[in-house]
């Protein structure tokens, strides 16, 4: 019964990694109000949105807030929704006439349904986690738990001047990466750089956002489990090393360690080293190995 009963947990921890909400994309517009603002999400196998929530940091503060459930998004299989800013901002001199944000996203990106989009509704208690600016903080969490499942930007950094800002911008993952808990990995992503998106949009009569924005374009890496004689040892571990080896042992292995909540608790990079898993607790994990751009996972069993 107990064997039974191990193999069914370690089965649901390999599903739950793998039902998963990504952050994938991410725009600060230039139409009235810095609009639209919109965060893309992609739903990794069947995501019960439900079970999330998105919150965001702002400028150099270090406490996150605004929580918005995710539950409106429903449950998702293998597709991209998005999160934007709510309400109807107000005039500018390069936007005179304001329309509802909502309107304006639909406007910029006429083939992402509306049914993909969670546009919070001003003048009533409901966060807006995405009154955000290019220099600010954005993470999905476990409503129930509370663990960082992803997020865009460093921790309690004010993104002015930093690689990542977005100010007038956009930043796209790159494909085969994530979900990265609460480590932000600026690598794993592609930026516009800052103000590229001044004096564009239909607002402005110029090019729409949805040519210049690369939303819908995340795709998951093709060559999953592709790392020839790829070889995870020993498992269970059980005195603190764990060995990675390959047909390519020379190449450099990017690992990232995950428990079943899907919070990161390991990361590194070794070659012809073993990998010091001697501060986790007794349980069952999951293996990202990233080699020469392919990925594989494995499950790993701490004794």
Do not use: H
Not at 57 to 86: D, E, H, K, M, R
Not at 140 to 145: R, V
Not at 229 to 243: E, K, Q, R, S, W
Not at 251 to 278: M, R, Y
């Amino acid at each position: 019964m107990k064997k039974l009963y191990t193999l069914s947990f370690i089965l649901l921890a390999v599903a739950g990694f793998a039902q998963t909400p990504i952050i994938t994309g991410i725009m600060d517009g230039n139409c009235n109000g810095g609009n639209p603002k919109a965060l893309e999400i992609y739903a990794s196998g069947t995501v019960n949105f439900a079970d999330y929530s998105l919150e965001n940091q702002t400028n150099a503060n270090t406490a996150w807030g605004a929580t918005l459930s995710l539950a409106p998004l429903g449950t998702v299989t293998n597709g991209f929704v998005y999160v934007i800013l709510g309400g109807t901002p107000g005039v500018t001199a390069t936007d005179p006439t304001p329309i509802e944000n909502g309107a304006r996203f639909a406007l910029e990106f006429p083939a992402i349904p509306s049914t993909s989009v969670l546009n919070p509704p001003t003048g009533t208690d409901l966060p807006q986690p995405m009154n955000v600016n290019g220099d600010d903080r954005l993470r999905i969490i476990n409503s129930t738990t509370l663990a960082v499942i992803d997020q865009f930007g460093v921790e309690g950094e004010d993104g002015s001047g930093k690689p990542w800002e977005y100010l007038d911008s956009w930043a796209k993952r790159n494909n085969g990466t994530g979900p990265d808990g609460a480590s932000f990995n600026a690598a794993n992503w592609t930026f516009g750089g800052i103000n590229v998106l001044d004096g564009k949009g239909s607002c402005v009569a110029s090019d729409s956002f949805s040519i210049l924005v690369p939303f819908n374009q995340f795709v998951l890496s093709t060559k999953q489990n592709s790392i020839s004689g790829l070889n995870v040892y020993p498992n269970p571990v059980i005195n603190g090393n764990l060995f990675i080896t390959s047909s390519n042992n020379s190449a450099a292995k990017s690992v990232a360690i995950f428990d079943v909540l899907g919070k990161q608790v390991v990361k590194t990079t070794v070659t012809n080293l073993p990998v010091n898993v001697s501060s986790l607790n007794r349980g069952v994990y999951i293996v990202k190995i990233t080699e020469d751009g392919k990925t594989a996972t494995r499950k790993l069993v701490i004794k």
